[in-house]
């Protein structure tokens, strides 16, 4: 008897738990079979008693009024009584969690751990419970993880490669308003850890590396390649400078040279012949020039009957056509008289029109504006076709025209200078 | 000198036995009003919200005019300002004459019981005459009846009034519960 009330005395919330779900239970262990418990609640000024039933070594009471103190009474042989009070939302002791489920993620490297509990589908305990994940290498420590969560992560780097783990959750309430203990562990579930992924973390480390070096050395030539082509090509294109009108116009008002040929004095222009050119008989000479050797036996005869015509090639009859620059003299420079002929067309006797020279010739002393000259006979021809001999009458060549725009009777057209507008007007 | 006394004494001890009862409240948890908060929203909101959703499987159309032969006047609560702790009780207390109406289900009318017990629990309040709350024990004794009873669906006027009733209770916890929360 005194054993069973010095137990009595030192029973404390440890031996007692409340299971809340749609009945309340409250159990008590007691281990003397001879003990019975009685659970009394005072409501309403009314003190209801009721024996809790005994099952092996735990006793059972189903109740659903949660907020009401209970008393709970122990009984003995002796009919003696030893009552302690109870806060029933104070010894909850959730039901265990099942369903743990583990997934490797590879990507992260991480092991997602969810796992379930009766509570959730239930109304007093939802969200009001903190869960523990137990979980160890085969044989080794236990270490565990505390969640308010349905879930947890493991990081990979903390576990072994392909080692065997197992896992196991249980719960507990969290201690806003319902307090109680641990509930009983889960049933364990094992999972095996991936293969290391080393290679892939330093082959990316390396791409890494290789890739920051490859774009140091770009930064560094392209800051080079700026720095040299700065002044020249990068500023001008980027920064343009603005004209300096003052030098714009100096450049364009600047005096002509002392010795520039240039001149549009219609005076000096007076050594040079300047013949009226009908522009179809030109270009039928040019033609006719321009053809093959048939055709200057035919042609050439008609156009130096008697008459060794000055004429001038049109600026632009041909291709082969060309400017032809005029000397003070009268006198085709060289190199321009060897294009346009061509040393194979036209022979030149020797003594008479040297292959390094050539003169404007004539035959019958003609004005010049009534003649045309043609290159074609460096000297006159003769109606045979051969070229003739001719020597250059400087007092000819540099004979003015008197009258440039009368018409030669032969339809003999002369070139319009300048100086011919000059006189015009 | 004697009489005198007796004579200016003695009526005012039957006024202060009469106007007493008027302006007592019968609700002891008056300033303790964290305790309160902390067992509705752990406790009594979870029922009440249970009850709430046993009272939408019958529907609304049941309580309109059209529907309703006797054309009765649902008596309507009110949750008056100041005054939340005394119009729940109020509520409560109506809603507990409910429990012996055979034409609601019985699943129905038992949890709108509970609710109300624990309802005058929390608030530490009696009703008025006649004592309903005397039937709470017997509420709480018995087993938590599953929602088995579903074919009495019927449109009855007890129905009607149970449903206002609940609809009145839980908006006037929701006003009550944000004021003691501030």
Redesign the interface.
Known sequence: MESHFSEMREMSKQDSSLTVS??IILMLRRNDCHVTLANSTK??N?Y?CSDMKKQEDVFFL???????NRDVCMYSDMKRRVCRSLVVTDIVKPEVPFAINVTYEREANEYLIRYCTPHSRK??LKD?LVHQVAYRRKEGIWKTIESPYLQIKLLGKNLENEASYEVKVRSQPNG???KGTWSEWSTSKSFRTAREQRSTESYSSVVMVILSILGFMLSIVMIALIVVFWENRIKPAVWPDLPDHKKTLEQLCKKPKNNFDTSFNPESFGNVHIHKVDGLWAKAELENFLQPSIAPETSLPEKFRGVSDLRMIPVMADKNSLNLPVSDKGVWPAEALHRLLGTSQFAVTEGSCSSSTYEVCHGNRVPLHNTAFNLSSTCSLDPSGQPHPEPLNDDTVTQMLPNSDMRSPNNEEAYVTMSNFYKIQ | MFHAFFRSTLPVLPLLLVLSPVNASSCAMRNKTTEIRVKYENILSHDINELVNMSAVYPDRCCKSGKNKRNETIKVFFCNDTEEIESLQSMACNMLRFLNKQRISKAFRWKAAFVSCRTLKILQCKCERPKKEKVCPEVFNTEDTETGEQSKKKCYQEVCELKENISSLRSCWNKFEKIISR
């Open positions: 749609n009945q409501d309403y009314n209801a189903q109740f659903i009024d949660i907020l009401s109304k007093y009001k806003d308003y319902f």
